[in-house]
């Protein structure tokens, strides 16, 4: 009786949590949805193209965004992915206008860190959104960037990690993630694409960009 009091607690709890806004924390009415319709109209206003040379953000990684990815990501919150696709796709489909994008190019992840969370996030989100893509490989498994504090151990954590068989050359490329933390991780793909083709540009897009970023 005690056993069936406390899962049937939890399945309250599950409930509760599967209906909460990932940033006010209110309930969401509608099913199948994480922000309130508040939230995600404060995000769409807030979620406007800025750029540090190469790369294109649309937030800076703190508060409110942080919650977000971090929900989409880790806590099961797949659907996520529609109500990011609702203030990404516009600013990210200008982007590939105004650049001349041949190729985008989702950051890749690990199979163990595949098997683990069960999707590549930044896939799933230009699936949702309809933006075709083409893949290159993480051929390693590496650690958590944000688990290695200084520059010289992220630099060999990530070194070799990556592999492309796409023919680039001449090509205009976006690399797209969610999170560009001090950069290290695209300027290794950077240089993996770089090994066997040439392509013309390569133009960096993530939802939010760490403020820790320095041009490498
Ligand atoms: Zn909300």
Redesign the pocket.
């Known amino acids: 009786m005690k056993k069936m009091n406390s899962m049937n607690l939890q399945k309250v709890k599950d409930f509760i949590f599967s209906r909460k806004?990932?940033?006010?924390?209110?309930i969401?009415n509608e099913t199948g949805r994480y922000?309130?319709?508040?939230?995600?109209s404060i995000l769409k206003k807030k979620g406007q193209i800025k750029n540090v040379e190469n790369y294109f953000f649309l937030f800076y990684y703190e508060k409110d965004i942080k919650n977000v990815i971090a929900d989409y990501k880790l806590k099961n919150r797949r659907n996520l992915s529609i109500e990011l696709g609702f203030f990404v796709k516009k600013p990210l489909i200008n982007l590939i206008k105004e650049k001349e994008i041949d190729i985008i190019i989702p950051v890749p992840i690990s199979k163990e860190r595949y098997r683990e969370r069960g999707f590549n996030q930044v896939e799933l989100l230009l699936e949702t959104m309809n933006i075709p893509y083409e893949k290159i490989e993480k051929i390693r498994n590496t650690k958590h960037m944000y688990d290695l504090l200084d520059e010289k151990s992220r630099e060999e954590n990530i070194k070799n990690a990556f592999y492309n068989y796409l023919d680039l050359n001449d090509k205009n490329i976006l690399l797209v993630d969610d999170i560009v933390t001090t950069g290290k991780t695209i300027q290794e793909i950077i240089n993996e694409l770089y090994k066997n083709t040439n392509p013309k540009n390569i133009f960096i897009f993530s939802i939010a960009l760490s403020k820790v970023f320095k041009k490498i």
């Open positions: 806004c990932s940033i006010c924390g209110r969401v922000l309130c319709v508040d939230c995600c």
